[in-house]
T-cell receptor
Framework: GIQVEQSPPDLILQEGANSTLRCNFS?????LQWFHQNPWGQLINLFY?????KQNGRLSATTVATERYSLLYISSSQTTDSGVYFC??????????WGAGTKLIIKP | KAGVTQTPRYLIKTRGQQVTLSCSPI?????VSWYQQTPGQGLQFLFE???????NKGNFPGRFSGRQFSNSRSEMNVSTLELGDSALYLC????????????????FGQGTRLTVV
């Protein structure tokens, strides 16, 4: 089945810094999403992005399907950006396969 | 419109007991999927229901079961609880069944944190 790997596993930044999170997947995908899990466990949809580039405020994402990776960019980080960022891709059994996540801590 | 609602938010149960978790999807969504999240295994797919039928199932023992009602609300049941069942259980709502519409986006509830003691 498909493998989804995220890097880095942990990231600690000062408020105002920019960051890039990476998601590699082992096979072609039709469905790739980025989520933010806040400290209370809620998973928030960030982007549905099987290919191309999308932007939403300080966040943007790019998926290069032919090279099997996706990037999530966070600019001008705020403490509320802290949490775990997951990417998830759909495998051939139509199940969302999740990466292990990147734990982001933004220090004030 | 209202998001995905999961109840209860927190549960503490004893080994051997059973538990039922509830998930109400976004209005108009007909698919509900369930996931288990643990520190050791990460997020794992349990099953997906659409129009009251289980459409897909992950690799979990038969102690984990679910159902969906005509109003698309779903319940998940875990029988004979084990310590390892302690986890955050998340449900996701989507407009169409993920199996048939691979470009369908899933929206998650806040989860139910189950602790088995």
């Amino acid at each position: 089945g498909i493998q989804v790997e995220q890097s880095p596993p942990d990231l600690i930044l000062q408020e105002g810094a920019n960051s890039t999170l990476r998601c590699n997947f082992s096979d072609s995908v039709n469905n790739l999403q980025w989520f933010h899990q806040n400290p209370w466990g809620q998973l928030i949809n960030l982007f549905y992005i099987p290919s191309g580039t999308k932007q939403n405020g300080r966040l943007s994402a790019t998926t290069v399907a032919t090279e099997r990776y996706s990037l999530l960019y966070i600019s001008s980080s705020q403490t509320t950006d802290s949490g775990v960022y997951f990417c998830a891709a759909m495998d051939s059994n139509y199940q969302l396969i999740w990466g292990a996540g990147t734990k982001l801590i933004i220090k004030p | 419109k209202a998001g995905v609602t999961q109840t209860p938010r927190y549960l503490i149960k004893t080994r051997g007991q059973q538990v039922t978790l509830s998930c109400s999807p976004i209005s108009g969504h007909r698919s509900v999927s369930w996931y288990q999240q643990t520190p050791g295994q990460g997020l794992q797919f349990l099953f997906e229901y659409f129009s009251e039928t289980q459409r897909n199932k992950g690799n979990f023992p038969g102690r984990f079961s679910g159902r969906q009602f005509s109003n698309s609300r779903s319940e998940m049941n875990v029988s004979t609880l084990e310590l390892g069942d302690s986890a955050l259980y998340l449900c996701a709502s989507s407009a169409e069944v993920l199996r048939q519409y691979m470009n369908t986006e899933a929206f998650f509830g806040q989860g139910t944190r189950l602790t088995v003691v």
